[in-house]
């Protein structure tokens, strides 16, 4: 089956092409993706109203471009899917009113998808992962392990109890003077630094705990800078650094309780630990997973970096493992500004769903 994906729940206006065959093997015929990264880096973070204003003008181009570069057309399409939530309401309002719009007209079942369930699955498109398996997503606005038993079941393991990991990595470095957006800021300037340098704290909230506390490690990353203010680029580097192996240590730390956590439960002994959501495509905190991983016994899978960043092919190939499994939503789905995974990601019955389209 062939199903069109659209992405627009942030600063990506994006749509892509993905076919699922009878197997349940994924394969990306298109995938483009508009960063609106312009637009916003004179304001240091996303505006949702330009965000929003974006999309609109962005999208009918992107759609037709992913089609074309997929060789095919509307006709040949059979599904659309969208990111409904969570995310910036005007973004994700564009987006699922325009797959309602080519639903409607090219008579192709909707499937509106959860953006975190999008980077959930990616890793079945890429590698061909089996349930169930441990997902630690790392987003900019998110941050949670959670137990992934199959389709739409979804168990959060642990959360932060307060800033997201990207979003920990843009504040460090607004306070840094890197660019915008700042995990890859962050991440190409400790490059050059010492991590040893300043000491930073490592909150780990008790010996059991699956949840993260960012906000402590902020304010001494803020604490540092200024006893070093004026910054040179050398203490740029070294506090990027510091934060960096910080992050990748607390991450570590919390990846292999979690893995315990998740075989006690599931009784799965080798467990696989998916890697998503931006932060993802930190090597330092690939690597450091990586040792975690191995140390007990687990695999890691972390998807291409293009893939972990917002893209419409996970919201494509969401929609095609809900459609294959008969999940298809009716023209009054909602666009949600919020909407955990856990809890509503689990499919609905009965709210204006019907039958798929063989
Ligand atoms: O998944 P994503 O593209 O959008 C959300 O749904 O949030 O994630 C964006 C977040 C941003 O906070 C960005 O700074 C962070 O991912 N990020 C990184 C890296 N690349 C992106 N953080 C650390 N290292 C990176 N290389
Ligand atoms: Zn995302």
């Known amino acids: 089956m062939l199903i069109l994906g659209i992405e627009t729940s942030c600063d990506e206006t994006a749509a892509a092409v993905v076919a699922r065959d009878a197997d349940g093997r994924g394969r990306i015929l298109s995938n483009v993706v508009h960063s609106q990264l312009e637009d916003h880096a004179p304001f240091g973070g996303v505006v949702p109203e330009i965000a929003a204003r974006a999309h609109v003008e962005a999208l009918d181009g992107i759609v037709a471009r992913s089609l074309a570069e997929a060789g095919i057309g509307f006709a040949d399409l059979d599904g659309v899917a969208a990111t409904a939530g969570p995310g910036l309401i005007g973004g994700v309002l564009v987006g699922l009113m325009s797959a309602k719009g080519i639903a409607l007209v090219h008579g192709l079942p909707l499937v ?13 498109l890429t590698d061909g992962v089996e349930f169930p398996y441990l997902l630690l997503l790392v987003s900019g606005g998110h941050t949670q392990f959670v137990a992934v038993e199959g389709l739409g079941r979804y168990r959060r393991l642990g959360t932060t109890i307060d800033d997201a990991l990207g979003e920990a990595f843009d504040k460090t470095a607004k306070l840094l003077g890197l660019a915008y957006p700042g995990g890859p800021a962050v991440e190409r300037a400790a490059r050059a630094g ?165």
């Not at 509106?112 to 079945?124: K, Q, Y």
């Not at 780990?204 to 203010?229: C, N, P």
């Open 112 to 124: 509106a998808v959860n953006h975190l369930e999008g980077h959930a699955l990616t890793a079945r």
């Open 194 to 358: 010492d991590a040893n340098r300043f000491a930073l704290p490592r909150p780990l909230l008790g010996r059991d705990s699956l949840d993260f506390s960012l906000s402590g490690l902020k304010t001494a990353v803020r604490q540092a800078a200024q006893a070093a203010a004026p910054l040179t680029d050398r203490d740029v580097a070294d506090v990027a650094a510091a934060f960096q192996a910080t992050v990748a240590e607390i991450v570590a730390i919390k990846a292999r309780r979690a893995l315990a956590v998740f075989t006690k439960q599931t009784g799965v002994t080798a467990p696989v630990l998916v890697v998503a959501g931006g932060v993802a495509a930190n090597q330092a905190i690939g690597a450091s997973l990586r040792a975690a991983a191995a140390a007990v016994g687990a695999r890691l899978v972390v998807p291409p970096a293009g893939l972990c960043t917002d893209n419409g092919a996970m919201i494509a190939w969401a929609g095609a493992e809900r459609l294959a499994a008969g999940l298809v939503d009716g023209l009054d789905a909602p666009a949600r500004a919020r909407w955990p995974l856990d809890a509503d990601a689990v499919p609905k019955l009965g709210s204006g769903q019907h039958g798929a389209k063989a």
